[in-house]
């Protein structure tokens, strides 16, 4: 089992990227979404951009990991 996790593309420099979801960045590469750019919501596992996905998706599945994380602190 995958576990993708939502952000929103921040910068694009050639193959990579500076993604971010709740005040957290990091740098991903986007080598699988060519036509990516800023401001985009993508699924991110293991450091790969795998699928982007419109803002109403990116938004309810982030809702879901926070409500997760709320139960499990």
């Known amino acids: 089992m995958c576990l ?6 921040e910068e694009i420099q050639d193959k990579t990227a500076v993604a971010s979801a709740n005040g957290i960045s ?3 590469r986007i080598d ?3 036509d990516i ?6 699924l991110v596992h293991a450091g ?4 982007k996905i419109d803002k109403e998706e990116a ?3 982030k809702e ?3 409500e ?3 139960v499990i602190k």
Request: net charge negative; aromatic share 12%; hydrophobic share 50%.
């Open 26 to 28: 990091q740098k991903i």
């Open 59 to 61: 938004m309810k599945t």
């Open 4 to 9: 993708a996790i939502p952000l929103t593309i």
């Open 64 to 66: 879901v990991y926070k």
């Open 48 to 51: 790969f951009a795998i699928e």
């Open 32 to 34: 699988f979404l060519p």
């Open 68 to 70: 997760l994380f709320d």
């Open 37 to 42: 750019q800023i401001g985009d919501e993508v």
